[in-house]
């Protein structure tokens, strides 16, 4: 392999990677810390007890709908709590039976009929019992007696395949979005020619398509590459997710040495297999490169050698230039064009500056044989401002602005999806074009629109409803809003958390207006009753502004004359829902039973 010079800007150092994995744990909404299940994911089963009925007529269609990995929501003749009662699994061990202990399952009385091995005098737990359960619950296939879930998949299912609705669906079609998916296919069509395509920038908002049009263009320009057998490539990295230089660089470098893996062992196999021609008939390697076997002994060599050196490049604890000199070889191995597509590029720049950008843009006057260029989607028009003036230039050549959807593009986008999503008459005619305004209203925001009418489905089948209604909309919009105020209080610090139940235990004794004082009073006796340190009222009044600003209190400057200025405020989201959600936060779990003195004012 070729050795090469590189001096790559190092910023960082390999053993920074390690932290960006756990942003994955923030979006999880723990259905403990819900305790009317309003902010629970409608797909969880644990959570809903209902599983989606369209997933029995499609078993297998739904990955990600954890209802399907259910064996009672598949056949229904399948159903263990309804086969051969000694072949029940969750008769084994009664405890694990999530069945037992509800009295509104199968009529208890039959115990009688079937039971003659239970032991109600031991407490019933006897795990010899094949079919009855200690509470009473029969688990046999008697046609009276329906399963838990034998009356859920009883109902006509709404959705016929809900996945078109999941944002890890690529749409085949992207209605309003002609305009600059042409405008890229026009920029990267010189990768079919095997030139450099300019580098691209994609800015727009939050669900504006930017993605879902990259991954399209992307999809058509590898088929197109296969089809005129041009070597052209599309690398896609999440930012979000791998957020460093060392790890954009790892990924991509092994993500080629894969690749090349496959290309010397091709390469391989047809050297050995001409070789062994050519030992007996020289002639078969007339019209080869080859002059002599030697020659092909020596190219096996050579590549045997060159697939042993090929070190795939661990996540972590290498010398930043060393990972960057192991990609710029391994893409640098054989001819090819690839662009690399860097999603949400502004959270790169934003956690480790644009040392990854600026080696990036400046690789093709030293690549020999292959040529990257950069496609970067941001929602932040203003990233840019933050990087070198000539990694500016170079990634924004050429600018593709995605503009938000307004009410009726988004019911055009809706009723695409809901034709495939949903059965046929399964939504009432207001249903789009609310779900469309809701959104239009957010700011365009296609994913918000595709959410709202998925939820409103998920909520309508759980009502048994035989049909999606407006007021499944309403529900849905609201549902969709508390899961978003419950996730910002679940993440928000312990001391602002603290702050926030001040509020709250405010309100909740009839203080309107409630002001900073007042808060920092209530808040220094919750510290002192579970042991927190207790923060200056300086800083409890910045915690306050932070609170406004995430839209969780909403707080105003009034003057009070001579007395000086103070801020008031009051809740913004819903008291018995926040409260749940801060007090399962087990640092102030305690918190529920401290019951400070709250002072009952004249002017309220
Ligand atoms: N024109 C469209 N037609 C069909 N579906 C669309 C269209 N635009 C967006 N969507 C859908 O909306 C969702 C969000 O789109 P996408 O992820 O592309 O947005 P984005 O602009 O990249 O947003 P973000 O900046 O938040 O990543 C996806 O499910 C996508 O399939």
């Known amino acids: 392999m070729d050795e090469r010079e590189n001096t790559p800007q190092t910023g960082e150092s390999g053993d920074e990677s390690g932290t960006a994995g756990d942003r994955s744990g923030t979006t999880d909404v723990d259905e403990a810390d819900d305790p009317d299940n309003l902010g629970a994911d409608l797909d969880d089963p644990p959570s809903s007890g209902t599983p989606s009925r369209s997933d029995r007529s499609a078993p297998g269609t739904d990955e990600s709908d954890s209802t399907t990995d259910n064996p009672t929501s598949g056949d229904p003749t399948d159903n263990p709590t309804s086969g051969d009662p000694t072949d029940n699994p969750t008769s084994g061990d009664p405890t694990d039976n999530p069945t037992s202990g509800d009295s509104s399952l199968p009529d208890p009385t039959s115990i009688d009929d079937v039971s003659t091995d239970i032991d109600v005098g031991s407490g019933g737990r006897d795990r010899s019992s094949t079919d009855v359960d200690f509470d009473g619950v029969v688990l046999d296939d008697d046609d009276e007696n329906q399963g838990l879930f034998d009356d859920l998949l009883s109902g006509e299912p709404i959705f016929e395949n809900k996945e078109v609705l999941r944002p890890s669906?690529?749409?085949?079609?992207?209605?309003?979005?002609?305009?600059?998916?042409?405008?890229?296919?026009?920029?990267?069509?010189?990768?079919?020619?095997?030139?450099t395509p300019s580098n691209i920038l994609i800015y727009g908002k939050t669900g504006t398509g930017k993605t879902a049009s990259a991954k399209f263009v992307s999809q058509e320009l590898e088929s197109t590459s296969q089809k005129y057998d041009v070597p052209c490539e599309v690398e896609y990295i999440n930012c979000e997710v791998t957020d460093t230089q060392?790890?954009?660089?790892?990924?991509?470098?092994?993500?080629f040495i894969e690749q090349n893996q496959a290309v010397i062992a091709d390469r391989l196999d047809r050297c050995r297999e001409l070789r062994s021609t050519a030992v007996d008939d020289p002639s078969a390697l007339a019209d080869t490169e080859f002059a002599a076997v030697e020659e092909l002994d020596a190219r096996i060599e050579e590549l045997e050698a060159d697939a042993d050196e090929m070190e795939e490049v661990p996540m972590t604890g290498w010398p930043t230039d060393r990972v960057y000199s192991t990609f710029f070889e391994a893409v640098d191995y054989h001819e090819r064009v690839v662009v690399i597509m860097l999603d949400e590029i502004d959270k790169l720049v934003e956690k480790s500056g644009d040392d990854t950008l600026y080696n990036l843009s400046r690789m093709n006057s030293e690549l020999n044989r292959s040529r990257i260029s950069i496609m970067g989607i941001s929602n932040d028009l203003k990233f840019t401002d933050f990087l070198d003036p000539r990694v500016k230039s170079s990634l924004g050549e050429e600018e593709i602005v995605f503009p938000p959807y307004d009410a009726n593009q988004l019911r055009d986008i809706l009723q695409h999806r809901a034709d495939i999503a949903f059965k046929q008459d399964a939504l009432t005619d207001d249903v789009i074009p609310l779900c469309a305004a809701f959104a239009a209203q957010e700011h365009g925001d296609a994913r918000r629109a595709l959410d709202l009418l998925r939820?409103?489905?998920?909520?309508?089948?759980?009502?048994?409803?035989?049909?999606?209604?407006?007021?499944?909309?309403?529900?849905?919009?609201?549902?969709?809003?508390l899961d978003r105020v419950v996730e910002v209080v679940r993440t928000l610090p312990t001391q602002s958390k603290i702050v926030l139940f001040a509020v709250i235990l405010l309100e909740k004794n009839g203080v309107h207006n409630i002001n900073t004082g007042e808060v920092f009073n209530i808040y220094k006796r919750l510290c002192e009753e579970i042991d927190a340190d207790v923060l200056t009222q300086r800083r409890v009044t910045d915690l306050i502004s932070e609170l406004d600003m995430l839209g969780i209190v909403n707080a105003v400057v009034v003057s009070k004359g001579r007395y000086g200025r103070t801020k008031e405020m009051g809740l913004s989201v819903p008291v018995e829902e926040t409260e749940a959600v801060l007090l399962s936060d087990s640092r102030l779990g305690d918190i529920e039973n401290a019951q400070p003195f709250v002072q009952a004012r004249f002017d309220n």
């Not at 309508?460 to 049909?467: G, L």
Request: aromatic share 4%; net charge negative; no cysteine.
């Open 169 to 195: 669906y690529t749409p085949h079609e992207l209605p309003h979005r002609n305009d600059q998916i042409n405008r890229m296919a026009t920029i990267l069509v010189s990768a079919l020619r095997g030139e």
């Open 246 to 255: 060392y790890r954009v660089l790892a990924q991509l470098a092994n993500t």
């Open 455 to 481: 939820t409103a489905g998920e909520l309508a089948e759980r009502s048994q409803a035989e049909i999606v209604a407006e007021k499944h909309v309403r529900q849905a919009q609201d549902k969709i809003e």
